[in-house]
């Protein structure tokens, strides 16, 4: 898959993933990559920058397996940008696939 279309869906499968229950990263990083193919290097960065801009709030949780677990829960910010950046990829999708049957019909 194209990198950059990753990269511009990645913040909103992030945020729906997490909206569905509260995750800590590696358990993020294995439920983002049933969908695309992405690395830890990439999701930990961008859930430091979306913890920043509240859109999560983060909490310790003991772990049988080990440490602590960091874990991400969805803020009221960040449940609304995941809507937007639904609806917008929606719209995109859609412009895009009445584009695309256009062309066919060429």
């Known amino acids: ?3 950059q279309f990753k990269k511009g869906v990645l913040e909103m499968i992030v945020l729906v993933s997490v909206g ?3 995750m800590y990263g590696y358990e993020l990083v294995e439920e983002v990559s049933k969908v695309i193919d992405v ?4 999701i930990y960065p961008l859930l430091k920058r979306m913890t920043n801009e509240n859109y999560f709030e983060t909490y310790l949780k003991e772990s049988t397996e080990g440490p602590p677990r960091k874990y991400y829960h969805i803020t ?3 449940i609304l940008q995941k809507e937007r950046l639904v609806k917008d990829w929606q719209e995109f999708q859609s412009k ?3 584009f695309l049957q256009e062309e066919g019909k060429a």
């Not at 690395?39 to 990439?42: A, I, M, V």
Request: charge should be positive; avoid cysteine; hydrophobic fraction near 25%.
């Open 1 to 3: 898959m194209n990198s």
């Open 20 to 22: 569905k229950r509260d």
């Open 39 to 42: 690395k830890e290097g990439t």
């Open 76 to 78: 009221a910010g960040g």
């Open 96 to 98: 895009v696939s009445i």
